[in-house]
């Protein structure tokens, strides 16, 4: 995947975040299972940070129309460059 052995222990780590070029070939070089327990988990951080936003605009008085739109564009964008990728 052109990552090194000292790249990939400071992802595990957390000191440095893989790229999403690197994500991708992360993800299509598990078994079907793992990637359905890790698009679980990326579902459930994602969902806890919009959550997260959302009650913060909510309580900032900010219309949070515009703010699921593009979140729906994004998401909609990234799923579809996803698709194509493999």
């Known amino acids: ?3 090194s052995p000292s790249a990939v222990s400071r992802y ?3 000191s440095l975040a893989p790229s999403p070029n690197t994500l991708c ?3 299509y070089s598990v078994d079907e299972k ?3 327990k890790i698009a679980e988990e990326l579902t459930l951080i994602l969902w806890r ?3 997260n936003v959302l009650e913060d605009a909510i309580k900032e008085n900010i219309d ?3 703010i699921l739109e593009e979140i729906a564009d994004y998401i909609s964008l ?3 460059k996803l698709m194509h990728k493999k």
């Open 12 to 14: 595990i780590h957390g």
């Open 78 to 80: 990234q799923l579809s």
């Open 1 to 3: 995947m052109g990552v």
């Open 49 to 51: 940070f919009l959550r």
């Open 25 to 27: 070939k992360l993800y």
């Open 34 to 36: 793992t990637r359905t």
């Open 64 to 66: 949070i129309t515009s």
